[in-house]
């Protein structure tokens, strides 16, 4: 069953800490993303990955880091300097480096910090 | 920065009425994506449009491309409970490097 799996779903924090949200995926996508969702709003691009080993920064990308060690794979660490962390954030996938494709969600992971 | 602007934030139908949502881009598009996100649930594609005038439909949606490629809607005829939830576009701008611009969405509630 192919997909993307994030993971967890509610994600609770103290603030100060910094905490890592999984993505995973298993369609052989070679691009993968991360995006912040807040109520009212559209989705707003965090970083991207168009290949394994590269990344690029999106429209908000500060006060968050990623890896692409696996093409699989692309987790999301925010850290205690993203000044309001509490969102809903989603990952997504395309077949290709190119935006015409379609995005593929993950279910998405609901981080709170208090 | 380039911004994709989508209106009616909110809307609430009786079931059966009819639903659009517009967006405007102010410089040309490449091409525009619709995503339906329901209640606690990931958005999920629709469709793409990339033709200037294109117009595409799936069953009581009905999808158009402006002219100019800097607008675009998603009409609903006779909606149901089911039409339910979040409706966005997201706009390209083209080039192989460039990256999605979402709206801001359009909520859709429906009264049965």
């Known amino acids: 069953d192919g997909g993307i799996t994030q993971s967890p779903k509610y994600l609770f924090r103290k603030e100060g800490q910094n905490v890592t949200l999984s993505c995973e995926q298993n369609?052989?996508?070679?691009?993968m993303y991360w995006y912040r969702q807040d109520p009212g709003q559209g989705l707003r691009l965090i970083y991207y990955s168009q290949i394994v080993n590269d990344f690029q920064k999106g429209d908000i990308a500060e006060g968050y880091s990623v890896s692409r060690e696996k093409k699989e794979s692309f987790p999301l660490t925010v850290t205690s300097a993203q000044k309001n962390p509490t969102a809903f954030y989603l990952c997504?996938?395309?077949?290709?480096?190119?935006?015409?494709?379609?995005?593929?969600f993950g279910p998405g992971t609901r981080l709170t910090v208090t | 920065g380039q911004q994709v602007m989508q209106i009616p934030q909110y809307q609430h139908v009786q079931e059966g009425e009819d639903f659009t949502t517009y967006c405007n881009s102010s410089?040309?598009?490449?091409?525009i994506q619709w995503y339906k996100q329901r209640p606690g649930g990931h958005p999920v594609f629709l469709i793409q449009l990339v033709k200037s005038g294109e117009v595409k439909k799936q069953k009581r949606l009905t999808f158009q491309f402006g002219e100019a490629k800097k607008n675009s809607s998603l009409h609903i005829t006779a909606t149901q409970t089911t039409d339910v939830g979040t409706y966005f576009c997201a706009g390209n701008y083209g080039g192989s490097q460039g990256n999605l611009i979402f709206g801001k969405g359009t909520k859709l509630s429906v009264k049965p």
């Open positions: 410089t040309t598009l490449s091409n």
């Open positions: 997504a996938s395309t077949p290709g480096a190119a935006p015409a494709y379609e995005q593929y």
């Open positions: 369609l052989n996508h070679d691009a």
